[in-house]
């Protein structure tokens, strides 16, 4: 049975123009980026980085070190012959680095507010 062959074209296009919405924000002068976990993320055993906290919890990026994420998972897909293939480098990736959590109290924003991924500052 043939494979098909993998149409990364779209991702490739997604993760540019992601990579260039994060430069973006970095030229306007955003430091962070809180990106809020998915449902299935949630129910892990994440804590604040900074006070232990398990409630009301986020991954906290310095814009430059998501871009850099976002780089190495551009050459991920250039390098990818498949859906698979690509899944086990993002995979790999993710393992190399701890994500760093933050909860709304200990946000270097320094009020309450809601984590979002197109909130950055």
Known sequence: MRTPIWDKAALLQDTQAFIEHLQRLEAQGC???????TADES???????????????????????HVAFEEEVLR???????????????????????????CQSCCPRGKPHRHDLNHAF
């Open 31 to 37: 430091r962070w980026l809180v990106v809020p976990l």
């Open 43 to 65: 129910s892990g055993t994440f804590k604040c980085s900074k006070c232990n906290s398990e409630t009301d919890l986020a991954a906290l990026y310095s814009i430059a070190t």
């Open 76 to 102: 991920a897909i250039e390098a990818s012959h498949s859906q698979a293939e690509y899944d086990g480098h993002v995979s790999r990736i993710i393992e190399e680095e701890p994500t760093p959590m933050v």
